[in-house]
């Protein structure tokens, strides 16, 4: 099952929420307030960092597919 994007994004948005209260919270010893507080800000960057690395490894594999369609191209002009 595959999930539209913007739920994804949503749960992932969340998940980075979540995760970043608890962290500071249990690991770092701050009070709920402070907690939640830096992990509202740090999640939506979180999620935008995620989406750049999705982008960056498409635009990776894109630019890799062309590069071995036109060597292939390049082999077949030098051996004719």
């Not at 994007?5 to 980075?16: D, T």
């Not at 960092?49 to 982008?55: M, Q, V």
């Not at 635009?59 to 890799?64: I, L, P, T, V, Y």
Request: charged share 25%; net charge positive; proline share 4%.
């Amino acid at each position: 099952m595959s999930l539209p994007r913007p739920v994804k994004y949503l749960l992932l948005l969340l998940l980075a929420f979540v995760a970043g209260t608890l962290y500071l919270r249990l690991l770092r010893d701050h009070d709920w307030g402070s907690s939640l507080l830096i992990a509202l800000a740090c999640a939506p960057f979180v999620v935008a960092l995620w989406k750049f690395r999705d982008w960056c490894t498409a635009r990776a594999q894109r630019a890799g597919r062309n590069w071995r369609a036109s060597r292939e191209e390049r082999k077949r002009a030098n051996r004719a």
